[in-house]
């Protein structure tokens, strides 16, 4: 079978990331049917529906055993997210991120290791996932026990996260950006896989996102920031899962 051809109203640059996919043609060709089948107006959406339906649609990746992933958030907008889950001042739970750290006193960060215990271990928290689809995770090669022994402030540029991509009427930021990394542990991972165009969707294929399983880096990314990573998808870990020693950080100003 051979992959048909690109739909007048798809993108050039998704059509040329799609043909270089690690998902089933079958799976590929269909994608594009649905494309040509519902025209311009509707396509990102009926894409995007698509995608939805398959994800991890690529190669299984085999963890290593006692291996630990990473995965980076914006801080705020993950403090936001578990302040609006458990009901709480944004406030408390930014303090509570700085004692997981291990940025405060030594009673701070114990109280919080509790908090973290009680609350999101085994208290309302429970059904706080990481991610809202699948989780994209990256590991170093070789993989090592910990993922963060890096040059941790270039990671948004060299994950290319989206917050850095230059979409439309929005440059790179200038302004550094507060970060929350989390260490994953290999055994909380299910269906690791090869990330996909079914994974990424419309608009990550259309501005960061490239096939072949390992990063892109910005190419606006700062001049001392470079290398890529393995990156791998999976079904969401739980957040009560990952180590509950996070790692903040401010990006590298490009």
Known sequence: MALRVRPNHL???????????????????ALLDACE?????GMVAEFD?????????????????????GHVKPEQRTIAHI????SIDPAEVAFLFQGLAGE??????????????????????QSISLARRVAWLFR???????PFLCDVECLPWNLRLPVCA????????????????????????????????FDAGFE??????????????????PATCSGAFDEIVAETPMLREVSPEFVRFKSKVS
């Open 11 to 29: 993108p050039e640059i998704i059509y040329d990331k799609i043909q270089k996919d690690l998902s089933s043609e079958l799976l590929r060709n």
């Open 37 to 41: 089948a519902v025209g311009a107006v």
């Open 49 to 69: 529906a698509h995608c939805e339906r398959n994800p991890l649609a690529g190669g299984t990746v085999a963890l290593a055993p006692g291996e630990l992933l």
């Open 83 to 86: 302040a609006r889950e458990l």
């Open 104 to 125: 405060l006193t030594k009673v701070d960060n114990d109280l919080a290791a509790e908090w973290f215990t009680e609350e999101i271990v085994n208290g309302p928290g």
């Open 140 to 146: 170093t090669d070789p993989p090592a026990g910990d």
């Open 166 to 197: 230059n979409l439309a009427g929005r440059t790179p930021p200038t302004a550094s950006l507060d970060c929350v990394g989390f260490r994953v542990p290999a055994s909380c991972v299910t269906s690791a896989s090869q990330p996909t165009v």
């Open 204 to 221: 990550a294929a259309l501005h960061y996102w490239s096939p072949g399983g390992k990063t892109i880096p910005h190419p606006h990314r």
